[in-house]
């Protein structure tokens, strides 16, 4: 949500602590972009602000991924 302009303030759990136990693997990780990139495309995020979404995506990688 930052990314594309949203609101900045998260009081949720922190992703680590709720993604411990699902055993996500990277395939999951990265088929969950796939879903994200489709969504950005249905709403009409501009397409120059894709990267940058990608880029923060993934920064989460180490949080949720916990199978490789």
Known sequence: VLVTGGP???EGHELK????NLGIHKSQFDKSWTYMEKACHD???PAAL???VKTVFYASEKDV???H
Do not use: R
């Open 43 to 45: 709403l009409k995020v």
């Open 8 to 10: 900045n303030k998260y």
């Open 17 to 20: 602590g709720v993604h411990a």
């Open 65 to 67: 991924v916990t199978k």
């Open 50 to 52: 894709l990267p940058e």
